[in-house]
């Protein structure tokens, strides 16, 4: 399976931060790679898809960059309520996966 | 507008079985392939099944092949997730996702609201 690891895996920052996180993968997936952002107790929610295209109704603070195996999601500037938890996954294998989460707390 | 919502969940004796359902509303779920994604309490998403438009295609993560079984009913607007063999591992938040990809691609637009699934003694 390909592997999905997210650096960092928890982060603190505050409000108009510009914030990065990474996701690498353990082959290359092209640009087979969606973030979604989940909040405690709700459902994920899609991000980014294909690397760098914005999902519908997103705001344009969230974007994304990178393909092969190197991955960026950014937030331009922080609102309250983008803290949340972070995953990107794959979609290039027929196993899709996910990394582990990078929680983003408020600091 | 897209409506996901899952039943069937509960708690589960180790090596019970258990069948989970997702009832889909405000597409034309026909046309759409779909996954069951799964959360262990504190811990970060799984994939776990995935279901082609015409259940021509199934996929499964290695940790369920062999002990789940993923089918859908076009005609009821649902999708379902037969679990046997359960195990304590197995205990999760359980969501159905629609998928707006294809086999290579899988894009997860909509979730639904998750089931818990708890297989304890």
């Known amino acids: 399976d390909i592997q999905m690891t997210q650096s960092p895996s928890s982060l603190s920052a505050s409000v108009g931060d510009r914030v990065t996180i990474t996701c690498r993968a353990s082959?290359?997936?092209?640009?087979?790679l969606n973030w979604y952002q989940q909040k405690p107790g709700k459902a994920p929610k899609l991000l980014i898809y294909a690397a760098s295209s914005l999902q519908s109704g997103v705001p344009s603070r969230f974007s994304g960059s990178g393909s092969g195996t190197d991955f960026t999601l950014t937030i331009s500037s922080l609102q309250p309520e983008d803290f949340a938890t972070y995953y990107c996954?794959?979609?290039?294998?027929?196993?899709?996966?996910f990394g582990q989460g990078t929680k983003l707390e408020i600091k | 507008e897209v409506q996901l919502v899952e039943s069937g969940g509960g708690l589960v004796q180790p090596g019970g079985s258990l069948r989970l359902s997702c009832a889909a509303s405000?597409?034309?779920?026909?046309?759409?392939?779909m996954n069951w994604v799964r959360q262990a309490p504190g811990k970060g998403l799984e994939w776990v099944s995935y279901?082609?438009?015409?259940?021509?295609?199934?996929y499964y993560a290695d940790s369920v092949k062999g002990r789940f079984t993923i089918s859908r009913d076009n005609a009821k607007n649902s999708l379902y997730l037969q679990m046997n063999s359960l195990r304590d591992e197995d205990t999760a938040v359980y969501y159905c996702?629609?998928?707006?990809?294809?086999?290579?691609?899988?894009?997860?637009?909509?979730w639904g609201q998750g089931t818990l699934v708890t297989v304890s003694s």
């Open positions: 279901i082609s438009s015409s259940s021509s295609t199934i």
């Open positions: 996702a629609r998928d707006i990809g294809g086999i290579v691609g899988a894009t997860f637009d909509y």
């Open positions: 996954q794959q979609s290039y294998s027929t196993r899709r996966t």
């Open positions: 082959q290359s997936i092209s640009s087979y």
């Open positions: 405000g597409f034309t779920f026909s046309s759409y392939s």
